[in-house]
């Protein structure tokens, strides 16, 4: 799953929940029902499991282009910058 695919893969959680939990809710009161309302949202958090959890190929619609090993043999990584230790210490009087 490549980073947009995520985000998106996020984005459908949120709404799904959101929806089945106000579906659920209204379910459940207009029946008086919370058994009804339970397994209706149950359902939805499974339903929605369902969509978002695997790597389905409408998440993959824009992969990473990664760099080929002899490529990056290339380009060495950047190095941390040495700290000096030559500061003087300031001495309260």
Known sequence: MDWQGQKQAELWMQILLLVFSVVALATGYIIGSFRMMMLIYAGGVFFTTLLTVPNWPFFNRHPLKWLDPSEAEK???????VVSKDKKKSSKK
């Open 75 to 81: 380009h060495p990584k950047p190095q941390k910058a």
